[in-house]
C-alpha cells in the first residue's frame, strides 16, 4: 500500500508538470522541484528521526540500511525563500516557462549524516552497524511484529516501500538554475554545516 501510494504520487507530481508546461502558453509558469527542505527546527520528518534516534545509546540507532549511501539533497528554508523571492522578482525577465531545482549541487549520504551527528552529540566517531538490504526486509517484518506485540512501543518510521531505495544516490546538477537565477545556496547553510546547530537545539530544546 505505501509503494502504491508513493508510485500514485510521483504520477501526479508528473501529470502536474505537464499541465503546467501546457499552460504555459498562455500566462507565464515556473516549476520549481525541491530538495529535501529543512530548517534549525528541524522540520524535515526523516531528518529529525535519524538525529533523534542517532544520539541516543540504543543498539539499534547505529543501524544503517545498506552500507549508508542512500543520498539526497537537502536545502535550508532561508535559502529555498531567498530563490523564490528572486524567481518573482525576476518574473518578466524569465523565459515564459522553465524548470528550476532548488537545491545545492549533489547530495548528502546517510552514511555522512551520521558520522557528522554523531560526532557532534557525543564528541567521538561512533562506528555504525551496516544492514545488508537483504536483511532489510525481514528486520523491518521483525520490528512490525514486536510494535504489533507491544513488546515495543513505537511504529517503525521505515517503510517497506523504502528498501528499494537502499544506497541509491538522488545527485542534482542545479548549475543551470544558479546561472539563469544568480543564486546559489549559502555555504553556511549546507546541512553538514548546520547539523551542529540542529543538534544543539535538539539538546536544550527537545520539546519543541
Excluded at 7 to 24: R, T
Excluded at 54 to 79: F, L, V
Amino acid at each position: 500500500t505505501s509503494f502504491n501510494a508513493n508510485y500514485h504520487y510521483a504520477i501526479s507530481k508528473k501529470l502536474g508538470e505537464e499541465l503546467v508546461k501546457e499552460y504555459s502558453d498562455r500566462f507565464p509558469c515556473t516549476i520549481v522541484r525541491f530538495a529535501a527542505v529543512y530548517s534549525d527546527w528541524c522540520e524535515f520528518a526523516p531528518l529529525y528521526k535519524f538525529l533523534s534516534s542517532w544520539s541516543t545509546k540504543k543498539i539499534e540507532s547505529r543501524i544503517i540500511g545498506g552500507k549508508g549511501e542512500s543520498a539526497i539533497p537537502y536545502i535550508h528554508i532561508r535559502d529555498l525563500c531567498q530563490m523564490l523571492k528572486i524567481i518573482i522578482d525576476k518574473n518578466s525577465e524569465l523565459p515564459q516557462f522553465d524548470v528550476y531545482s532548488a537545491s545545492p549541487n549533489g547530495s548528502i549520504s546517510h552514511k555522512e549524516l551520521f558520522e557528522i551527528s554523531t560526532r557532534y552529540f557525543f564528541g567521538e566517531m561512533i562506528k555504525p552497524i551496516n544492514l545488508p538490504k537483504l536483511l532489510a526486509y525481514p528486520a523491518l517484518v521483525l520490528r512490525r511484529l514486536l510494535q504489533s506485540f507491544k513488546i515495543t512501543c513505537d511504529e517503525p518510521f521505515e517503510q517497506f516501500w523504502m528498501i528499494g531505495y537502499i544506497d541509491k544516490k538522488l545527485e542534482v546538477d542545479s548549475s543551470y538554475t544558479q546561472e539563469v537565477l544568480n543564486w546559489q545556496p549559502t555555504a553556511r547553510y549546507h546541512l553538514t554545516r548546520r547539523l551542529l546547530f540542529l543538534l544543539e537545539k535538539l539538546k536544550s530544546h527537545p520539546d519543541e
